[in-house]
């Protein structure tokens, strides 16, 4: 099975404070993907990466920025914490093989973040 | 734009019941595909069931099932014989082509009474 974890299921933090979300997948997936999940809002894409040292932003980019230096690790930075990026942030990662198909994408448990 | 409506935001069912749940989506696109995610409290996003927009057979999973109206862009999830674990946060999404990125609607949440 594949399994998609995140470093924390809560996080506390001050404004102001630098923080790292951290994402781990086991299945040698190329796409990996942050999220943000609002009541009444849905997800919406912060940021996804098709590959090893490529990202690209999604809906939301501003005040987030994104690492992947190894294949199975995908980190979510907030550079500089504000009390709007109270949320729930979701990973996710999906294999991508070609053209042939839309590979589902699996969720980390996500990691509830609350900014003082 | 691509965008995805759940116009029901809280739904109730009764065990052993049948309860059917709402998603519209509007794409200019011809080759596309509509996924159900179901998140229980314990947050863990899981896949319910997927439709390929060139398939006209609807998609079957155990009790779910989807009623997918091409023409009405319209993608909606039956549960069957419902039980208490279908008890959740239930999202429509959507994407084109085979490497597009998920589109999400705000979310259904279910509720099931014993």
């Known amino acids: 099975d594949v399994k998609v974890t995140q470093s924390s299921r809560y996080l506390v933090k001050r404004t102001g404070e630098k923080v790292f979300l951290e994402c781990v997948q086991d299945?040698?997936?190329?796409?990996m993907f942050w999220y943000r999940q609002d009541p009444g809002l849905g997800l919406r894409l912060i940021y996804f990466?098709?590959?090893?040292?490529?990202?690209e932003k999604g809906d939301i980019p501003e005040g987030y920025s994104v690492s992947r230096e190894k294949k199975e690790r995908f980190s979510l930075i907030l550079e500089s914490a504000s009390t709007n990026q109270t949320s729930m942030y979701l990973c996710?990662?999906?294999?991508?093989?070609?053209?042939?198909?839309?590979?589902?994408?699996?969720f980390g448990p996500g990691t509830r973040l609350t900014v003082l | 734009a691509q965008t995805v409506t759940q116009s029901q935001p809280e739904m109730s069912v009764q065990e052993a019941e049948t309860v059917t749940l709402s998603c519209t989506y509007d794409t200019s696109e011809s080759d596309y595909y509509l996924f159900w995610y179901k998140q229980p409290p314990s947050r863990q996003m899981i896949l319910v069931i997927r439709q390929e927009a060139y398939k006209q057979q609807n998609a079957t999973e155990n009790r779910f099932s989807v009623n997918f109206q091409k023409a009405a862009k319209s993608f909606s999830l039956k549960i069957s014989d419902s039980q208490l674990g279908d008890a959740a946060m239930y999202f429509c999404a959507y994407t084109f082509g085979s490497q597009g990125n998920l589109i999400f609607g705000k979310g259904t949440k279910l509720s099931v009474k014993p």
């Open positions: 990466s098709y590959d090893v040292k490529m990202k």
């Open positions: 299945m040698d997936h190329e796409n």
């Open positions: 996710a990662s999906r294999s991508y093989k070609g053209l042939a198909t839309y590979n589902e994408q699996f």
